[in-house]
């Protein structure tokens, strides 16, 4: 069997949810050889991506599991930094036909609490096509997005639908991510990504915490220089720092429109810990500024 077909049997069984049965620890050691080709190293790990996998196994504090709730992180998030970081919800509903779309307005935005990658954007309700959207969504409901990484704090987020204000940056067609990455308390670096609407090549830029270019890709390729820092950046750094306050490490994700400033997400493993820098040295460079917490591991 060669080790291609192998990691592609790998990866559909994994789909499947056939390889559930496999404790936490098992399963990441098998997928970090098939996505990165390495053995991962639990004992002492050093890269970012290692210690990733190391957090998901022995950082487990209970709140992480309403962080990451998109619904329930909202409350969380306007007691630290105040409410007017908050996206304006107009709904949050258990099933999708409890969702009344005469009252909704012509642009929102609909996502799943409980998951990554269950958003619908509307931008358009006459044109919006109900059949995929509800088949979308429903998909999402049933999906338990923990088993796909072994990211506990998702396994028991109660799964609800999330309606949003549609939002749009200076742009006039998207809404920029900007995911800065905090170690301790401290944002390290960022990453902004931009040109993710259908049809176009997503791009991602990273740059050090004063907004200097850094010399790395992940996942996705860098955009052509030059790059402008938005208005409002020292104060996204400073909700960032606020809101990763006590945590080994996560990413605060925020939005700018025109220098205001909205809270999106927390995400503790970033690409589930599966993804690979372009130099490979970054993985390791990165990894030297998390500090894994004292525990007793399991």
Not at 57 to 79: C, F, G, I, N, S
Not at 144 to 152: A, D, L, S, V
Not at 180 to 203: T, Y
Request: proline fraction near 6%.
């Amino acid at each position: 069997m060669s080790l291609k077909f192998f990691n592609t049997l790998v990866m559909k069984l994994s789909s499947r949810g056939m390889l559930n049965r496999l404790p936490d620890r098992y399963y990441l050691k098998l997928m970090f050889s098939v996505r990165l080709g390495k053995k991962l190293n639990l004992n002492k790990p050093q890269t970012y991506n290692e210690k990733l996998q190391w957090l998901k196994l022995y950082d487990r504090k209970p709140e992480y599991t309403m962080m990451v709730d998109k619904y329930a992180v909202k409350q969380h998030v306007a007691d630290k930094i105040g409410a007017e970081y908050i996206i304006p919800t107009l709904g949050v509903y258990n099933n999708f036909d409890e969702i009344d779309f005469d009252k909704l307005p012509n642009q929102f935005v609909l996502k799943c609490t409980h998951d990554s990658g269950g958003l619908v954007i509307c931008k358009d309700k006459l044109n919006l096509d109900l059949s995929y959207t509800r088949k979308k969504i429903e998909e999402s409901l049933i999906s338990n997005y923990y088993w796909h990484g072994r990211e506990w704090p998702y396994k028991n987020v109660r799964p609800r639908i999330l309606v949003e204000e549609y939002m749009v940056d200076e742009s006039g067609y998207e809404l920029k991510d900007y995911k800065f990455f905090c170690f301790n308390g401290v944002p390290k670096f960022l990453l902004v990504a931009k040109d993710r609407e259908k049809g176009k090549e997503a791009k991602y830029d990273y740059f050090d915490e004063n907004f200097n270019h850094l010399p790395f890709a992940k996942g996705h390729p860098n955009s052509e220089p030059p790059y402008f820092k938005p208005d409002g950046f020292e104060e996204m750094k400073a909700l960032a720092e606020k809101l990763s306050k006590d945590i080994p490490h996560v990413r605060v994700d925020l939005y700018n429109i025109n220098g205001k400033i909205y809270f999106g997400e927390l995400t503790f493993y970033p690409a589930s810990g599966f993804g690979g820098f372009q130099p490979e040295e970054w993985d390791h460079k990165i990894g030297e500024w998390l500090k894994l917490p004292k525990t007793n591991k399991e």
